[in-house]
């Protein structure tokens, strides 16, 4: 006697919480969706910072400067603001290097004899 595929065990309904499952699967993925496009396309209000190794770096106006830093001779912090590109802020107390670049920059910057 052959069986029926509409009996077969294989092929059952998907029980309510198998349903309800892949439903909150699906509405949370597309939260996350909605909430990562929303976080992308707030724009800043020209200030920007942020906390690097004991460093707070500001950038503004396209220049980039170390606001603050914990290091002792604050060196990177009188360097003041720095926007064409090659130009760089070196911290060696912290490890830590800001440099401008850009697409548009030559690959040298000097040429020496």
Known sequence: MERDPAFDPRFTRPAAADAALVVTVLILSIAAVVWVARAESRQADGRLAA????????????????????????????TRWIR???????????????????????SLDAITR
């Open 84 to 106: 064409r590109p090659g130009q760089v802020i070196a911290c060696v107390p912290n490890r830590v290097l800001v440099v401008v670049d850009s697409k548009d920059a030559p």
């Open 51 to 78: 906390s690097i190794c004991g460093m707070t770096i500001e950038v503004r106006d396209g220049a980039v400067r170390v606001l603050e830093s914990d290091c002792r001779q604050q060196t990177c912090v009188d």
